[in-house]
């Protein structure tokens, strides 16, 4: 069977208010029924015989108005299954639910419009759905906390401080980048469940890709309720300017031997080792085997359904690595078809070995010049040291590790000292010091800081902010960040209680010199978005270091339209002091016979903006801090 014959193949259920359509492939079952329930927690069932193809998908029209009815499909009268391609389902996805589409909309969405965020200007912001509102200081209504309506709810502060939607407008992020929304298994969906605290989990455990977890909707026994209100979340994140990026584990399934996958064509989905066991690359019993048509179809069709029906703007592949790269590159395809911006990221790693050929692995490097990009983790550990450990990285003094930063500060694309590139284009790569992964930054700055260096705890924070956020290619921060949360030292809260997961929103006022900085940062990297170099030709003759500096200070120049930026990062304890005639020598030396007009200082640690500056002898970069000058030439 080829993908390209069958691609176009509608499977799930078409409706109308006459008749549903259902189709199921299942190519190994004798006979197949599809099963109607009016309620899913009913045995009563009407089942209706369907009719195979050559290629093995079943179908059969079910007459009547089946809207918000319930079905599963009975296979050789032994097993019941739900639909791979439902769209909606019972609470803890026990049947599969159809529903009118047309009645999912919340006023305005269909005609909405998308922020026209351009891929390569990317700023992205990770969080997770119950996480960003939980806690009582997002000043969420109370039925809204930790819901897909949390987040769709503005005009929310604590003490006076913007928290939830209307923080990520002031933050000025591009991109907001949520932690699995499909529906996954371990966490009970029921509400009366909601609230216990150990009723959690960030997602990672697929159970049907098409459809939002019940959990974050106010009525999960409605198949109606979740769809809207994750509806109306996108559209209002949208209204704000920002685009929305979802988070997808095709790597995997949360159930192996009993999954609907396995159901319908046993071991066909996922990939199985030479014992006849299950391959598990992903560290969770399987792995779906998306190098076969029918799964690289379900994958593509998966995709393209969050971009038609719910808007996405962008997708984080979850252990792309177990993704083959003809179906990688079919995705970049497929998705820039329906919306050039589309953003598509992921880890380009597995947890385990992997049967899937090493060739044909999403690998560090594999991604360039194919339209995607990865997680930069060579740069991540340059900057703060190992993830769960008390290694040091840069920012806390490990000047050794200096050239790894240089390379990635240059979107770790280009030849330095023999180095052979990750990328061919910066925006391939993720510039970030950590995800919902390992230890978040404040309690990997507590595990590792010297005792006498915790005076300098803000200031390392912001250094961080400064290196990913001045930095070519795509800076990425998990939510929080911004303002110093910690997670109590857990690295790993995957299934920790929400006490740990929440983000206490208290932290904003108590570090609020943190979270000024990144904001103003941020909103200078956007003002500033023509010095981001996109490749190497605009580098060649534009970005440059300045060289003869001590290990503890980085520093660069980079050629624009309207004049050139000095960036001066001083990770050092002490101040430093640089020379003019080494800066003038360095413009001479890189950029020819350039006559400097002027001088200003438009960024320092206190944020203060087109700062007078008077040239002296020397400029003095106070200790731990990042100077940003602009060169009128």
Not at 18 to 38: L, N, Q
Not at 92 to 112: C, E, M, R, W, Y
Not at 314 to 342: H, Q, S, W, Y
Not at 537 to 566: K, N, Q, R, W
Request: charged share 25%.
């Amino acid at each position: 069977m080829d993908y390209n014959t069958i691609k176009d193949k509608v499977l799930g259920f078409e409706y109308s208010k006459d008749g549903c359509t259902f189709r199921v492939w299942s190519p190994v079952s004798k006979s197949v029924f599809v099963a109607i329930y009016e309620e899913y927690n009913l045995s009563e069932r009407r089942l209706y015989k369907m009719t195979r193809d050559t290629f093995g998908v079943w179908e059969v029209v079910v007459p009547g108005d089946l809207n918000l009815k319930f079905y599963t499909y009975i296979l050789d009268e032994k097993f019941e299954v739900t639909d791979p391609y439902s769209i909606s389902a019972s609470v803890n996805s026990t049947k599969s639910a159809i529903v009118d589409l047309n009645q999912t909309d919340p006023p305005g969405f269909k005609d909405h419009s998308i922020p026209q965020n351009k891929r390569e200007d990317a700023i992205i912001y990770e969080t997770h759905v119950k996480d960003f509102t939980y806690h009582e200081s997002s000043g969420v209504k109370g039925e809204y906390r930790g819901k897909f309506l949390g987040i769709a709810e503005e005009n929310t502060n604590y003490l006076g401080l913007q928290t939830g939607l209307d923080h990520l407008e002031d933050l000025g992020i591009t991109h907001l980048h949520l932690m699995p929304i499909f529906d996954y298994l371990t966490v009970d969906e029921t509400e009366e469940n909601f609230h216990n605290p150990h009723n959690y989990n960030w997602g990672y455990d697929p159970e049907l890709y098409n459809v939002p977890e019940g959990s974050y909707s106010l009525d999960p026994s409605n198949p109606v309720s979740r769809i809207k209100e994750l509806k109306k979340m996108i559209m209002k994140v949208h209204e704000k300017g920002i685009s929305v990026v979802m988070d997808v584990v095709y790597n995997h399934t949360y159930r192996s031997m009993d999954s609907n996958f396995n159901q319908l064509n046993p071991f066909y989905y996922y990939r199985i080792d030479r014992q006849g066991h299950f391959s598990n690359g992903s560290g969770c019993g399987n792995e779906f085997a998306s190098e076969v048509e029918m799964g690289r179809k379900l994958i593509i069709d998966s995709l393209k359904y969050w971009v038609q029906e719910y808007k996405v703007d962008g997708f984080r592949f979850d252990l792309m690595a177990l993704m083959d790269r003809e179906t990688v590159d079919l995705i970049v395809k497929e998705l820039r078809n329906l919306n050039p911006n589309i953003l598509i990221y992921g880890e380009p790693w597995m947890a385990w070995s992997t049967t899937l050929p090493i060739n044909s692995q999403t690998l560090p490097g594999s991604q360039k010049g194919r339209g995607f990009s990865i997680f930069n983790s060579d740069f991540r550990d340059a900057i703060k040291g190992d993830n769960d450990g008390d290694g040091k990285g840069y920012i806390q003094g490990e000047y050794s590790l200096k050239k790894r930063v240089q390379i990635g500060i240059m979107g770790s694309i280009i030849s330095l000292d023999g180095y052979d590139g990750l990328t061919m284009y910066p925006m391939e790569s993720i510039n970030y010091f950590n995800s919902h992964d390992n230890l978040i930054l404040a309690d990997k700055l507590t595990k590792s800081l010297d005792k006498e260096d915790f005076i300098n705890f803000d200031k390392i924070t912001k250094m961080a902010f400064n290196i990913i956020l001045l930095s070519l290619g795509l800076p990425f921060f998990h939510g929080g960040n911004e303002f110093s949360r910690s997670k109590f030292m857990e690295h790993n809260t995957y299934n920790s209680p929400i006490s740990i997961n929440q983000i206490d929103w208290t932290l904003k006022s108590k570090n609020f010199g943190v979270y000024n900085h990144v904001k103003n940062l941020i909103h200078f990297r956007r003002e500033y978005k023509g010095y981001m170099l996109k490749s190497y030709d605009e580098m060649a003759d534009s970005f440059y270091f300045i060289y003869d500096l001590p290990e503890s200070v980085i520093a660069y120049t980079i050629l624009g339209e309207e004049g050139m930026l000095l960036i001066l990062h001083n990770c050092g304890r002490d101040e430093f002091f640089i020379n003019w005639d080494l800066i003038f020598d360095h413009i001479k030396s890189c950029y020819g016979n350039l006559d400097v007009e002027d001088i200003e200082l438009v960024f320092d640690e206190e944020a203060k903006f087109n700062k007078d500056f008077t040239k002296g002898e020397s400029l003095k970069i106070p200790s731990i801090t990042t100077y940003i000058l602009r060169i009128r030439c």
